[in-house]
């Protein structure tokens, strides 16, 4: 029987939504077929009847595989009317039924409570326990703290246990969400004294609760003039309402205001602009009233002057929209993925997710899926913080990335560039980059730039000596070390950062060429090369090289596939090699299937103790019953796990096409082989690429420290 959760509550306004999502993740780390079931839902909801946002993130972002419609019981109107022809019993009933659909075909359940919200439902605490005892689920509430002192806060998360447990449920644990951050240790202390279960407190957070524009525009019915997605999912944290003349108006802008203004007010339109363009300071957008529409050339310089910035237009006047506005909360949906990453980042922070992991006595799967090991990276990463360098800090990309691994706290960030440059395209894209503060236990990122740093003819001096044998001269290095990969590659030399990830607006070559001259290979280690990890649906496979060496010799392959090795278990692989070939044992001959045979033969006599195939072909490789005919008896035939390719040519290609074919994530490329660890990412690279590729280089960062260590 799977194992399910039940996450309920005790009234509205809870944030209950971040916890749902927190306990989510929680379940895909440790199983391969996890769901979600909604029992009761609002008629009216994402894409129609019977829709609900937080199923419809958590059915997205997890790649869940059962049926949209299986996911949900009744709506609160077929509920109602079932339940007062034929009673509670026949209701819990066909609710039973349907969460055992779901639970047929998982590994895990987790099961999302009424909402308090308009349901009509007699007696809503009472009828959430009862179907998590009909489901057989664990409970766990939570109970919203937002304007509550410390002592109400406890009051209620001990009431809210009591009246759980003595309608019979299993309580997991309880959460108390929403709290004022001044006081969530001491409601934390309080509780670990006071309940016999784990409490976990998790503080309010204003990037939540914070509406944004699509939302607002979504709800007002306003018509989108101008903007682009990045715009529109900017967080509204504050209103602005126009009415002054503009140099007063101007001095009422703060970070992250909605302008609402009438749209006849073209100065205060450009005004607004104008000052988000200079980041003095930038807004979220401009929502213009009275059914106004500025003229087209003034539109035309709004749109110059901030590009991507939404203008929306609404009919009504200030005094309607502003009640319409004034009462809206943001919400966690497909549509707003930072606001995921935020409510995450909060969970795992303040949850012991390894406790409450062992409470609900899940089991970990033995297959990887793609999910798992992206969780895997993450999880690892956190464990012991380390401090990575990112070159491209005005790339969108790189920004959206640094957002996610602060919020998830990964890893320390530094992000080179202009600092007012960085700054400026972040605060357009709606993200924030927090001042470091000193002893703070959450990630931090510095921005600095390597033209202005006082760290620049440190580096100078120091490349100067390193390629003194080139001719290199400090007045030269000065100008070399002022480019950001150089300077990246100075302060992982210098351990000023424990790792680089860069190439999303840079060639590989630019990416590596410092860390050759600077960083080097480990000792004994002939070649710098790569893999990818390959995740297909069922396990995690790797390959190498597929990115840096075009004709590698015998003993360069043999070296490939030692590193590939050891890369696949340090990240959890068990290393099965073999070593690819057009031909397969010794039914084929020739200067590539020697070349191969001769790698075989060398990685055999360097690390015996390594299980090694070559050549072989990839079906045989991969595929038992061809592995039986071509190679039987063999203990990596159609077991590989680790698969070298004979060159440049053949892995990339191969990658790409199992990439593609396949629908496989591939995680890479991963540098081996160099003293310190530097990756390169593809230009055509995404935001969740670059978040493993920062959490990969992090893991190898902590192999570093304990290889030293030793």
Known sequence: MARSVYV????????????????????????????????????????????DHVVELLRTRYRLQLPAAGLYGLTYEEAAALQAA???????SALVERFHAVERECQAVLVLGTDFAGTNIPDELAFNARLANEFGAWVLPVVGGQGEDPQAVVAEVRNAHRAYTDLGCSTVAMIANRVAPG???????????????????????????????????GATGAELLL???????????????????????????????????PGDRADLLIGSLAAHAAGAPPIAG??????????????????????????????????LTAAALTHLEGRIGPDSPRKAEIALGLFELHVEVAELTRRIELVRSERVTPMMFEHELLERARGSRKHIVLPEGTDDRVLRAAEVLLRRNICDLTLLGEPEAVHRRAAALGIELPAPVEGADRAQVRVVDPATSPLRRRFA??????????????????????????????????????????????????????????????????TVSSVFFMCLADRVLVYGDCAVNPDPDAAQLADIAIRSAETAARFGVEPRVALLSYSTGTSGSGADVDKVRRATELVRELRPELLVEGPIQYDAAVDARVAAAKLPGSAVAGRATVLVFPDLNTGNNTYKAVQRSA????????????RKPVNDLSR??????????????????QGADREAAR
């Open 8 to 51: 309920t509550g005790i009234d509205r306004g809870d944030g209950r939504q971040a916890v749902e999502l927190g306990v989510m993740e929680l379940l895909t780390r440790q199983v391969d077929r996890a769901g979600v079931f909604r029992p009761l839902v609002h008629a009216h909801g994402p894409g129609g009847a019977g829709g």
């Open 86 to 92: 034929q009673g509670q019993d026949e209701l819990v």
């Open 183 to 217: 006081t969530r240790e001491q409601v934390r202390e309080v509780l670990a004294q006071k309940l016999p279960v784990p409490a976990y407190v998790i503080p309010e957070e204003p990037a939540l609760s914070a509406p944004t524009v699509a939302q607002l525009v």
């Open 227 to 261: 903007g682009d997605a990045a715009g529109l999912a900017r967080d509204v944290r504050s209103f602005v309402f126009g009415g002054a003349m503009l140099p007063a108006f101007l001095t009422a802008l703060t970070e992250g205001a909605l302008v609402v203004t």
């Open 286 to 319: 401009v929502l213009l009233t009275l059914g106004l529409q500025p003229g087209p050339e003034v539109m035309a310089l709004a749109a110059r002057l901030a590009p991507g910035t939404p203008v929306a237009a609404v009919p009504e006047g200030s005094w």
């Open 461 to 526: 001096e120091l490349y100067a000596q390193l390629r003194a044998h080139k001719g290199m001269t400090v007045e030269a290095a000065l100008d070399v070390v002022a480019d950001v990969s150089y300077f990246g590659t100075l302060m992982v030399q210098e351990g000023i950062a424990d790792g680089m990830v860069s190439g999303a607006a840079h060639s590989t070559a630019a990416t590596i060429r410092p860390a050759f001259e600077v960083i080097k290979t480990s000792p004994g280690v002939a």
């Open 663 to 674: 629908g496989a994530v591939a995680v890479g490329p991963v540098l081996q082989g160099l």
């Open 684 to 701: 055509g690279a995404l935001v969740e690429d670059i978040v493993n590729t920062v959490a990969i280089t992090a893991i190898q960062a």
